[in-house]
């Protein structure tokens, strides 16, 4: 388990890296950071390291206060992005190396490296030099050193980030699978909302040194608790739409929707559905938005519409069925199936 209290880091020049952080992370939890570039994750992932010490906070790893411990003796192994391994040794050395430091005798530690590199596929590699591995046989490496150690959490720093995206993918689904079976409690930086919510039990999203939403990833995806959230995840963005209470109804660009309960004319709302989340209808309804078809853009199996409004509003954008999709000019109505409504920026309720 991962405590953290109140932690906060600004580094000189008065940046405010961490701002007020407070967190639990189960055993055996695969959480992810997730947040724009600059949020803070690899602060805060450095400072569970030991590798930054926090300007005030504390923080536990089962009971004990690391905070004033060196990152050798808090029992975390990290994986970077680079992954760090040695140019100079083969792989049964890289793996080893930790046990080496930890004084494990030689016929021990080169057992335990060829165990580990079992695990991961790597027997017929072992006595290769990183040089002559692919980037995804050198991140199974890394990967395969960290287990080595046995420590009490893994942390990751956007360990796939230098993968091709084929590759990326096949790595997930390995490190997720491998996850499962250690079930070693696991914290993992990423910018890849998509990487976020395939990974992770838990995700927090970040923005300037806060967590702004800790859940689950069906928490932060069907509930964002804010439109920064909102915008943030999704594999095409949410439709973010200004909306008025008036004459008993949510006036919602072109769309007049039932008025949920508890609203007072001028509250500044958002009203924001997923392009996922709504159909098309090619007749005219008073509950749905009215557009022309501006741009087709094919997703493979889907596609994405860019419906553009006669005025006023930004455009709306919504998937359908690949070959479903009218062609550019005709006019259309994207009717919604599953919203969700914001106050002053803040989730009110889900519709
Ligand atoms: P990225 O996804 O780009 O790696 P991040 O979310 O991991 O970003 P951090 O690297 O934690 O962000 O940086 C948080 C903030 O702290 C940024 O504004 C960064 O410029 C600043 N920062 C990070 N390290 C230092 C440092 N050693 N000295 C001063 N400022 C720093």
Same mark, same amino acid.
């Given at each position: 388990m991962i405590t953290l209290h109140d932690l906060t880091k600004v580094f @000189?020049?008065?940046? *405010?890296?961490?701002?007020?952080i407070d967190l639990t992370i189960a055993d055996g939890e695969f959480f992810a950071l997730l947040? !724009?570039?600059?949020?803070g994750k690899t602060t805060l992932l450095r400072t569970i390291a030991g590798l930054e010490t926090p300007t005030t906070g504390r923080v536990h790893i089962n009971t004990t206060?690391?905070?004033?411990?060196p990152p050798g003796r808090r029992d975390v192994a990290m994986v970077f992005q680079d992954y760090?391994?040695? $140019? *100079?040794?083969d792989v049964t050395t890289n793996i080893a190396y930790p046990l080496r430091v930890k004084k494990v005798p030689r016929a021990e530690r080169t057992a335990k490296a060829a165990d580990v590199a079992a695990r991961l596929s790597l027997t017929a590699l /072992? *006595?290769?030099?990183?040089?002559? /591995?692919s980037g995804g046989q050198q991140q199974r490496v890394a990967l395969a050193r960290a287990i080595?150690? *046995? @420590?009490a959490a893994f942390l990751f720093d956007e !360990? /796939?980030?230098? /993968?091709?995206a084929r590759l990326r993918l096949e790595a997930r689904t390995f490190l997720k699978r491998l996850q499962r079976e250690l079930a070693v409690t696991t914290v993992f930086v990423t910018h890849d909302q998509a990487e976020a919510l395939a990974l992770a039990d838990r995700i927090a999203v970040m923005s300037q040194g806060r967590m702004i939403q800790v859940g689950t990833p069906a928490d932060i995806f069907h509930? $964002?608790?804010t439109t920064f959230v909102a915008s943030f995840i999704g594999s095409t963005p949410m439709n973010l739409l200004p909306a008025h209470p008036a004459d008993g109804a949510l006036h919602v660009a072109g769309a007049t929707l039932p008025l949920p309960a508890g609203l007072t004319p001028g509250d500044p709302l958002t009203y924001g559905v997923r392009p996922e989340y709504m159909d098309l209808s090619l007749t005219p309804r008073p509950d749905a938005f009215p557009g022309t078809i501006s741009v087709l853009e094919n997703l493979g199996t889907h596609t994405l519409v860019t419906l553009e409004p006669g005025t006023g509003t930004t455009h709306i954008q919504l998937v359908v069925p690949e070959g479903a999709e009218p062609p550019i000019g005709t006019p259309a109505w994207a009717v919604p199936r599953r919203a969700l409504l914001y106050r002053d920026g803040t989730l009110l309720t889900t519709l």
């Open positions: @000189p020049g008065g940046v *405010h890296a961490l701002d007020g947040g !724009p570039s600059g949020c206060d690391v905070t004033a411990l760090a391994i040695f $140019p *100079h040794m /072992l *006595h290769r030099r990183p040089a002559e /591995l080595a150690c *046995h @420590p !360990p /796939l980030s230098n /993968l091709d509930r $964002p608790a």
